[in-house]
């Protein structure tokens, strides 16, 4: 419950701080009722990029890299186009057509700085401590409103070219394409907890064996030192 309720906090904390950055609202409150409002809606994106991303993940990897980069900008689509469901991704995946490289590399940059930042963080303080517990979370607090305006850049310089009249970029990533990679990411998560269900009752089974092997050897010893008791009674009486 409690990590059902965080991750429904979080969901809206990131919809509310990309309302502001859009100019949708202009107070805290407005911000947070803003995106408690569109929550819902957004957890059907959330879970269609989830499903897609297991299906490439399923595939080889590289296909989840490749849809990771075409959805980086679905919630700048979902709250500032009114884009709901599949037509989220695919827009998101038409503004970043043509330019999948270029998108990839400011994410990459974007990941890298994150990355060396909460990295300097264990380095100053030891991982686990309430110092370093509370360093990450006021670095979090700046980093993610910095990197949300990062992307927020790219969404805006990406729509104003694709705004030019004449340029037409093919998007590879199509509603038929989307809601195929979802079966698939079904499938595949489904195909996973069987996976992890069978080789846990594998690893029980295999636990269990070893005690009953343990029990055995026990119950030998237990009975060579009756044995041994009983004809050392017997030296002794005689």
Known sequence: VIMILGIVVVLASQLALISVILGESTSVGAAFKRGFSLLLPYLWVVLLTFLCTIAGFAIFVIPAIILTVF???????????????????????????????????????????????????????????????????????????????????????????????????????????????AILGIIAFFGLIVILMSLGQQMLLELRQSELDETTFDQEAFEQAIREAVEKQQQLSQ
């Open 71 to 181: 959805f980086g900008l679905s919630i700048f689509v979902f709250v500032g186009e009114a884009q709901r469901g599949v037509s989220v991704l695919v827009k998101s995946s038409e503004y970043v057509s043509g330019y999948w490289w270029p998108v990839a590399g400011r994410l990459l940059v974007g990941f890298l700085v994150s990355l060396v930042i909460f990295g300097a963080t264990n380095l100053i303080f030891a991982p686990q401590t309430l110092a370093n517990s509370i360093l990450a979370a006021v670095i979090s607090i700046v980093l993610v409103p910095v990197l949300s305006s990062y992307m927020y850049q790219i969404y805006t310089n990406l729509k104003q070219i694709k705004s030019q009249p004449g340029l037409v970029f093919k998007n590879p990533v199509t509603p038929r394409a989307i809601k195929g990679f």
